[in-house]
């Protein structure tokens, strides 16, 4: 199986900072990573597809970019609505595997 | 709208089953994969297995081969998924999610249902 590993597993951050989320495959998976978002209690969330495109309806301050095993999501501008938890997801072989996720935290 | 509605929470005994069911409207619902992706507490998004709505073809994870069954009744768009022999590990949401494609291979969930809490407890 395809190892999904995410970096940071938390950080704190203010209202307005820029975020960088990362997400390392244990190989090559191309582009075919997602990312999704996850409020607690919730159902996860789409928010960018193949890497660096981004799911109709969400907020442009979001974006992705990478291919081959380093892929990265980045908010340019945190707003009080994406403190939530952060997953990377492979679709290159199956199983599909996730990432362990990246709590973004209020400062 | 598209919605995926999954029935509610279960508690069973270790070594029973479970059967939990996703019921879609909004779109064609045999145009349409249905993935099942579980949660344990505090843990990351694993995925278990899908099935093609239209064809009815499935596929597991290796890890549930054997344990899980995918079924889909097309006259009430829902999609069913049994998890058998369960343990104290199978604790879990229980999540279905849709799956759109986006050109060759590209595919993600673009919705989800509301989870349902299995609690496998003696």
């Known amino acids: 199986d395809i190892q999904m590993t995410q970096s940071p597993s938390s950080l704190s951050a203010s209202v307005g900072d820029r975020v960088t989320i990362t997400c390392r495959a244990s190989q090559s998976i191309s582009s075919y990573l997602n990312w999704y978002q996850q409020k607690p209690g919730k159902a996860p969330t789409a928010l960018i597809y193949a890497a660096s495109t981004l799911q109709s309806g969400v907020p442009s301050r979001f974006s992705g970019s990478g291919s081959g095993t380093d892929f990265t999501l980045t908010i340019s501008s945190l707003h009080p609505e994406d403190f939530a938890i952060y997953y990377c997801q492979q679709t290159y072989s199956t199983p599909q595997t996730f990432g362990q996720g990246t709590k973004v935290e209020i400062k | 709208q598209v919605q995926l509605v999954q029935s509610g929470a279960e508690v069973k005994k270790p070594g029973a089953s479970v059967k939990l069911s996703c019921k879609a409207s909004?779109?064609?619902?045999?145009?349409?994969?249905i993935h099942w992706v579980r949660q344990a507490p505090g843990q990351r998004l694993e995925w278990m297995g899908w099935i093609n709505a239209g064809k009815g073809d499935t596929k597991f994870s290796q890890k549930f081969q054997g344990r899980v069954t995918i079924t889909r009744d097309t006259s009430a768009s829902t999609v069913n998924m049994e998890l058998s022999s369960l343990r104290s590990e199978d604790t879990a949401v229980y999540f279905c999610?849709?799956?759109?494609?986006?050109?060759?291979?590209?595919?993600?969930?673009?919705?989800w249902g509301q989870g349902a809490l299995v609690t496998v407890s003696s």
């Open positions: 909004g779109y064609t619902f045999t145009n349409y994969a």
């Open positions: 999610a849709r799956e759109t494609t986006a050109g060759r291979r590209v595919s993600f969930f673009d919705h």
